[in-house]
């Protein structure tokens, strides 16, 4: 049965609204785009097209996380499902803690991950529990505590650990308790430690 072009593209809007307005060919078969449909609206400039099987409303507002979303969506397995988190200092810009300023963006994949990343992308690579990971607008990103505790076992600086902390505890993005109990190895309890000690908060 055909279905009406109206409600197609309204179910595909839907879709988009939560990924910054990208949705896959997957996603825009899925509400009736056959792919003779799908190249048509491409053709049009009705559907921009950002990579393999990757499309966005061009008069979709502009997210400041809308790249985010276009990697989060290249990384999708087989069955449509992303892989990629956005974690370590990418998670920081997200949560807007500490000022640190990464050039390259950060996402942590399952460690079956094969997909070779492009120039800008580190790929960390991890098994996350689904209670570490949260969404902030239409971005999978790993949780306020997981990313602290990425950052403090990373090389970032100790400044940088003392600034995220500081900026997540004064947001109400974490607390106190939640840093002292978060399983982390000796070197990186040491340095949540010493960035809690420096925020003049207790540690015992």
């Not at 307005?21 to 950002?50: I, M």
């Not at 809308?66 to 810009?93: F, K, M, P």
């Given at each position: 049965?055909?279905?009406?072009?109206?409600?197609?593209?309204?179910?595909?809007?839907?879709?988009?609204?939560?990924?910054?307005?990208?949705?896959?060919?997957?996603?825009?078969?899925?509400?009736?785009?056959?792919?003779?449909?799908?190249h048509f609206?491409?053709?049009?400039?009705?559907?921009?097209?950002?990579?393999?099987?990757?499309?966005?409303?061009?008069?979709?507002?502009?997210?400041?996380?809308?790249?985010?979303?276009?990697?989060?969506?290249?990384?999708?397995?087989?069955?449509?499902?992303?892989?990629?988190?956005?974690?370590?200092?990418?998670?920081?810009?997200?949560?807007?803690?500490?000022?640190?300023?990464?050039?390259?963006?950060?996402?942590?994949?399952?460690?079956?991950?094969?997909?070779?990343?492009?120039?800008?992308?580190?790929?960390?690579?991890?098994?996350?529990?689904?209670?570490e990971i949260?969404?902030?607008?239409?971005?999978?990103?790993?949780?306020?505590?997981?990313?602290?505790?990425?950052?403090?076992?990373?090389?970032?600086?100790?400044?940088?650990?003392?600034?995220?902390?500081?900026?997540?505890?004064?947001?109400?993005?974490?607390?106190?308790?939640?840093?002292l109990e978060?399983?982390?190895?000796?070197?990186?309890?040491?340095?949540?430690?010493?960035?809690?000690?420096?925020?003049?908060?207790?540690?015992?």
């Amino acid at each position: 049965m055909k279905r009406n072009p109206k409600d197609m593209e309204r179910a595909l809007r839907t879709i988009a609204s939560g990924q910054a307005g990208y949705f896959t060919s997957a996603q825009a078969k899925s509400v009736g785009y056959d792919y003779p449909q799908q190249h048509f609206h491409r053709q049009r400039g009705n559907w921009e097209q950002l990579g393999r099987g990757i499309f966005r409303f061009p008069d979709f507002p502009g997210s400041p996380f809308e790249h985010y979303v276009l990697w989060q969506l290249w990384s999708r397995n087989r069955s449509g499902r992303i892989q990629a988190v956005a974690s370590h200092e990418t998670a920081c810009v997200i949560y807007d803690i500490s000022d640190l300023m990464p050039a390259k963006m950060h996402f942590t994949v399952p460690p079956t991950f094969r997909k070779q990343p492009p120039v800008g992308l580190v790929m960390h690579r991890a098994v996350l529990d689904p209670k570490e990971i949260t969404e902030r607008e239409g971005v999978l990103v790993t949780t306020p505590i997981r990313t602290i505790r990425d950052i403090a076992c990373s090389s970032v600086s100790v400044e940088h650990l003392e600034g995220a902390i500081r900026d997540a505890l004064e947001h109400g993005l974490v607390t106190r308790r939640a840093l002292l109990e978060v399983g982390l190895p000796h070197d990186a309890r040491e340095r949540v430690l010493t960035a809690l000690l420096a925020l003049g908060e207790r540690v015992a």
